[in-house]
């Protein structure tokens, strides 16, 4: 009999987690703070908003920061606020969620993808400019699971092609680059704080920014109690509609949201530079080993892994004898691991039927061309990278402790199934077609 768990052997994981998976972390504090706000029936006030707002704002270190009801209000705010407009194009990665790049739909405009670079899974500097085109406005650098983009060259491009940059932090909050934290590097950034997230609010988005008029057109799309003539004054276009809901949409968070916002603040770097601690120290035990490759920054370089919100691994197939993700994830998980491991990420988005046949909104033609000056499907090519992630990744356990006793258990169980990788060959049923998730509900 083989030593495997799978194969009928004794389990690598013999403790109780315990709350090491659990995620947030809810105390009296977060509990008082939202029934605060329920006992004097402020849920749709904006005190708390406010103050959640200037202590987020001051956090990240810019000047402006807008909460919205979800992050992809938030990232819908941040195009519209940068200028995209009917006919425009967004460059995105293909690998990302949807609310990265869906909204600019409902702007009227379009989606052309680009390629993700195979180590750090996020946006590839490389394959930007050829994609860039006479109405291209802006690049969305997505800090995909965890890992930060590749800025430098990235804002280098914009710059020279006159390109806004806003920057998708859903995965990262609090990560850096080279330094530099995420989100204050493009011209804006919009996040998701929903429950699922690092920075976990309950349902609730935010956007930073240090630019005013940025921040002003923010205010006009959804969030018109605060779109008047105390905020709103040098955005001649916007002015002559202060007070209204401009896009039709009421993105004011809800206050119960933004005080666990304001507790959970407090807390989050000191709670982040645990699971960083945890993470690393898993990752550390599984270094040398064939077929697995932790998806981190190189050290030394200032950048970070913040949260490490959905992280993962490169899977290396080629390593193990051809064996499939999906295969070494069923040997992983009968070993008694837990916490978020599953074979590949998110499906590359270009490949959806959204994407290339669907008319959403009844133009008469497909969504993404609806007002398109030229058709971007057919720039969908050359983007390898995003179509392969999913048989050669695989999701990490997301410590959110530094417990070693536990980890050490986790990195056994990982190198026992490499180790013995060649007695799962034989009932290797290999990888689905389009490993991966479209991650919708
Ligand atoms: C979760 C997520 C969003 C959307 O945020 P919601 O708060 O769920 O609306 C946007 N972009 C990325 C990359 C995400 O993972």
């Not at 994981?13 to 315990?18: E, F």
């Not at 200028?83 to 690998?95: K, Q, V, Y």
């Not at 330094?179 to 996040?191: E, H, Q, S, Y």
């Not at 978020?340 to 990420?345: I, S």
């Amino acid at each position: 009999m083989s030593e495997l768990a799978l194969l009928g052997g004794q389990r690598a994981v013999t403790r109780d987690p315990d709350d090491m998976f659990t995620w947030p972390i809810i105390t009296r504090e977060d509990e008082d703070a939202v029934m605060e706000v329920l006992r004097r029936r402020a849920m749709s006030d904006t005190d708390i908003t406010a103050a959640f707002e200037k202590a987020f704002a001051a956090w990240m270190g810019q000047e402006y920061a807008v909460g919205c009801s979800s992050g992809t209000a938030a990232l819908q705010a941040a195009m519209y606020a940068v200028g995209l407009r009917a006919g425009d194009e967004l460059i995105c990665p293909s690998m990302t969620y949807w609310a990265s790049c869906l909204q600019a739909f409902s702007l009227r405009a379009t989606v052309v993808f680009a390629d993700v670079d195979p180590q750090t899974l996020c946006i590839d500097p490389n394959d930007i400019e050829h994609r860039i085109g006479p109405r291209t406005k802006a690049i969305m650098a997505v800090h995909y699971l965890s890992h930060p983009a590749d800025m430098d060259p990235i804002m280098d491009i914009a710059r020279r092609h006159g390109l806004m940059v806003i920057e998708d932090v859903s995965h990262a909050q609090g990560g850096l680059y080279k330094g530099r934290k995420l989100g204050t590097i493009g011209d804006v950034a919009a996040m998701s704080l929903m429950s699922g997230k690092s920075f976990a609010t309950g349902e609730m988005g935010i956007l930073t920014t240090n630019d005013r008029r940025i921040w002003e057109h923010a205010l006009a799309l959804g969030r018109y109690e605060l779109f008047n003539a105390n905020n709103v004054t040098e955005s001649e276009d916007i002015i002559p509609g202060r007070g209204l809901p401009l896009g039709g949409y009421k993105y004011r968070p809800h206050q119960m949201s933004s005080a666990l916002g304001l507790t959970q603040l407090k807390h989050y770097d000191e709670r982040i530079a645990e699971i960083d601690r945890a993470m690393n120290y898993f990752l550390d035990g599984l270094e040398g080993l064939p077929g697995v490759r932790p998806l981190r920054p190189p050290k030394g370089e200032g950048s970070t892994m913040a949260g490490w919100y959905c992280a993962h691994a490169h899977y290396l197939p080629e390593e193990l004898h051809g064996l499939s993700v999906t295969r070494f994830v069923e040997a992983v998980l009968a070993e008694g691991v837990q916490g978020g491991v599953f074979a590949g990420a998110n499906r590359a988005l270009h490949t959806h039927p959204l994407m290339n046949t669907m008319d959403v909104y009844g133009d008469g033609r497909p969504t993404r061309i609806a007002f398109a000056e030229r058709d971007v499907r057919a720039l969908d090519t050359g983007l390898e990278h995003s179509e392969a992630v999913g048989q050669r990744t695989f999701g990490l356990p997301w410590f959110k402790h530094f417990r070693p006793e536990i980890i050490d258990e986790y990195i056994a169980a990982f190198r026992k199934v490499i180790e013995r990788h060649e007695e799962l060959l034989p009932g290797d049923p290999g990888n689905p077609p389009n490993l991966g998730k479209w991650f919708a509900f």
